[in-house]
Structures are given as structure tokens and as C-alpha cells.
């Protein structure tokens, strides 16, 4: 089993900036990669932001060059550091992680962000 823990989401204004954090913990072991998504209400979840192997990176499209995706020393913790905030990237964040080749199916609770206008 695997359980996420996701935390530091509030209430900012737009322009501001907030860092997320998630820790993985249970069967890690053979995790190979980490990813944030998101979920706005009355919309699909969508990915906001991947890293593979620690290093390679990949970005959903409206939040390239404002968001960054980064692990910890620890390597079973993931961060997101989220610039320039939109009132569009208002939603509730969840991160996910790769064990092997395959994604799990295990969510966190998530972790709400609110951009004010």
C-alpha cells in the first residue's frame, strides 16, 4: 500500500506564490518517478507537473515556466513550487507516484489552492 500526504496549500492573491509538498511513504521502494495534478471544480483532473528518475521533468502546458517540480533529499518527498498564480490554477492538488513503469492508484487527500483575483 502506498499513502500520500499532501500539504501547504492556501488562500493567495494573484501573482503570488505558494510551495506544496507531498510525502509517499508505505511500499516505495522501487518508486522511479513523482507527479502533481490538479482538479478545479467541475473539471477532470489533469497533470500539472512530472519528474522521472529524479531529474527528467515535464509540465503541463499553462503552467510551464511558472511552476517547478523538484524531490527531496529523502527522494520519497515531492515539491511544487508555484509562481506568478493565476485565479485559474485555483484547485485541489494531488500528488502521485510511479512504482516501476506503472502509476499508482493511490491518491492523497490533496491540498486546496485558491487564487484570489
Known amino acids: 500500500q502506498v499513502q500520500l500526504v499532501e500539504s501547504g496549500g492556501g488562500s493567495v492573491q494573484a501573482g503570488g506564490s505558494l510551495r506544496l509538498s507531498c510525502e509517499a511513504s508505505?511500499?516505495?521502494?522501487?518508486?522511479?518517478?513523482m507527479a502533481w495534478y490538479r482538479q478545479a471544480p467541475g473539471k477532470q483532473r489533469e497533470l500539472v507537473a512530472a519528474?522521472?528518475?529524479?531529474?527528467?521533468?515535464s509540465y503541463g502546458d499553462s503552467v510551464k515556466g511558472r511552476f517547478t517540480i523538484s524531490t527531496g533529499n529523502a527522494k520519497n518527498t515531492v515539491y511544487l513550487q508555484m509562481n506568478s498564480l493565476k485565479p485559474e490554477d485555483t484547485a485541489v492538488y494531488y500528488c502521485n507516484i510511479r512504482i516501476g513503469s506503472v502509476w499508482s492508484s493511490a491518491w492523497g487527500q490533496g491540498t486546496q489552492v485558491t487564487v484570489s483575483s
Open positions: 519528474i522521472i528518475g529524479g531529474r527528467v521533468t
Open positions: 508505505g511500499r516505495t521502494q522501487a518508486m522511479t518517478g
